[in-house]
């Protein structure tokens, strides 16, 4: 993950975020961390960020709803729980990913300023307006988001256009209301203009993640396979995996349940059925659009979601967004047959009930790998160094059958850091990786612009045999130890961790994996 790149888990734990600015092209990304890092506790931080993201972003979708009219106040609750409870993107509980969950938040509030703006005048429409354009700037910083900026453009267009004269035809009202748009408020056209020519003048991409984002025209079915891609991820999956996790284990599923019948269900949507189609296909239709648009970059970009790896669900946070119209969808539809209440009850009760579920068993997963993380480098520290500086990660914690996701470069590297202090170490997994891992790690740390110039995969070597110990126990049982050690000081957090891991360490070359001067040689055989 990230967070062992860019975040400092103690004072004497090196980073290098220079490549954020000169490499990754991610200034605003750089503040964050450079800022989270000066104050001494980086994790809280980036744990307040996410959770001011939530909830201001929830209250200003919410607001901004209402006050267009757009929906009533139980859609808008209902329709913001569904968005900021999606479970399709599982990195909540990360740190550093923490600023896609804020930046995906200021979106939202920006569209309440220019909501409040809208109408405003004099001193307070100029600060509503340099506010507006300021949070929408900061959003920028996940990417994708300006795919949502635009839509918040459009619905600004749309807000012109009618009101604009009825007597003008069509082409002449669309052109009026794009030009009074483009003059009434000329920061928010050239603000993405700004921003991707500020990045590509003075923090283009360069070396690995110029190489990494394979921008490309892709044909026709490349676009239909990344829609499936992206359908079978962020949709079909959730709610398979979801009612998987309600089977084996239905306590969370119970208690969402309970949480959303006290604080969701006792809101009282609008009594009467929509009186057009139009309200009842247009959420619909925009699931659709913004389905394709959203995912439309990740696919021009060659990159691909996955539902079985809990990093690469960080490309769909936004999905909640199409998730909660096509609710809103069918629940204006339901309203015809069963009533406003009891169809609210039914779709946005239960998508919440199995979005809450899925969130704590995600955060549940999550945790318990921490665990093990913790477990691993509490026992390193406890031992003499071995005269290596390249390990392997043997890892047979889950011999049985389980989830589980081997740990990356990053984190193993960081866990050796943190044990052992700023040596040039470099840890892998070795299930993880390929054979010729050396050799790569030997050219990325070299490349332009490289996060890895401080990782040396060319001294002594030696290989981790990670083993469960007699106090691991499955993902609940352990995250339900380690709260009751933490919360209710019934036992030693200290204890727990290391009755989770048997740790031994075996000095000299790794198995499998060429070694550096082998690598070099058949590199040179093959030209």
Known sequence: MDDWLVLKPRPDYFIDIGFLLNGAGHPIFYSYDMLANWTGAPVAVMVSLAFAGIVFGAACLVLTATRLGLLDRAEAVGFALIVWTYPGYQLWAGKANAVYVFSFGLLFVGAWLLALAFSARGWRLVSLRVACAFVFLLSFALNSTVVLYACVVLGLFVAKWQSGKIGEGFLRRTWHAAWRCALGYPELIVLPLVYAAALSIWFKRIGLYAQHYGAHLPTLGEMANGWRAFFGAGYRDVVTHAFQAASQSPAPFVVAAVLVAVTVLPLRPG?????????????????????????????????????????????????????????????????????????????????????????????????????????????????????????????????????????????????????????????????????????????????????????????????????????????????????????????????????????????????????????????????
């Open 271 to 527: 009594k009467e059925p929509p009186a057009s189609r139009r309200v009842i296909v247009l959420p619909f239709a925009l699931a659709v659009v913004l389905f394709l648009a959203l995912s439309s970059p990740y696919l021009i970009a060659g990159l691909r979601p996955s539902s079985t790896h809990f990093y690469e669900s960080r490309h769909l946070l936004l999905f909640g967004v199409p998730a909660a119209l096509t609710l809103l969808a069918l629940k204006r539809l339901a309203d015809h047959w069963i009533g406003s209440g009891v169809a609210f009850a039914i779709l946005f009760g239960s998508g919440t009930m199995l979005w809450i579920g899925m969130l704590w068993n995600d955060y549940v997963f999550l945790q318990a790998r921490t665990l093990k993380q913790e477990a691993l480098t509490s026992s390193l520290a406890n031992r003499v160094q071995p005269a290596a500086t390249v390990y392997a990660l043997d890892d047979h914690f889950f011999d049985r059958p389980s989830r589980d996701v081997p740990f990356g470069l990053a984190e193993v590297t960081g866990m050796l850091r943190l044990a052992w202090g700023n040596q040039p170490f470099f840890g892998f997994a070795l299930r993880a990786e390929r054979p010729d891992i050396l050799y790569e790690m030997a050219e990325k740390r070299v490349a332009p612009g490289t996060a890895f110039r401080h990782f040396d995969p060319s001294g002594p070597q030696a290989t981790i045999l990670l083993r469960a110990a007699s106090g691991t126990a499955s993902d609940r049982a352990l995250v339900r130890k380690y709260y009751t050690c933490r919360l209710l000081a019934r036992c030693d957090a200290a204890e727990l961790l290391a009755q989770l891991a048997e740790v031994t360490i075996k000095v000299g070359p790794i198995a499998g994996i060429i070694p550096l001067n082998g690598a070099n040689d058949a590199a040179a055989s093959s030209r």
